[in-house]
């Protein structure tokens, strides 16, 4: 069975660091495109990153200069290092593999919690 799990959530003040994992299991990690994304109460998720099988990369704008998506597909891991953290950046961050074929489903992992604040 496919699994994901997030780790690295916290609590940290406006400028301070973060850096996020997600280790994946029961699927063959190097083939996968692979995201994060977030979301807070009273808003729908939000894509923040992706990352494709072979390191390419893309950011949204509200974090595009701050943040750094990176995977280990030798430990079978994703990552995002967030830096410059703004009140803003506060919410759950989610890990997601895409479906395979339309007949397939997304998988998403629990999410870690991360809370910028003084």
């Known amino acids: 069975q496919v699994q994901l799990v997030e780790s690295g959530g916290g609590l940290v003040q406006p400028g301070g660091s973060l850096r996020l994992s997600c280790a994946a299991s029961g699927f063959t990690f190097r083939y996968f495109d692979m995201s994060w994304y977030r979301q807070t109460p009273g808003r729908e998720r939000e894509l923040v990153a992706t990352?494709?099988?072979?390191?390419?990369?893309n950011y949204s704008d509200s974090v595009k200069g701050r943040f750094t998506i990176s995977r280990d597909n030798a430990k079978s891991t994703m990552y995002l290092q967030m830096n410059s953290l703004k009140p803003e950046d506060t919410a759950v961050y989610y890990c997601?593999?895409?479906?395979?074929?339309?007949?397939?489903?997304?998988?998403w992992g629990q999410g870690t919690q991360v809370t910028v604040s003084t």
């Open positions: 997601k593999r895409p479906r395979v074929d339309p007949h397939a489903v997304d998988y």
């Open positions: 990352i494709t099988g072979t390191g390419i990369t």
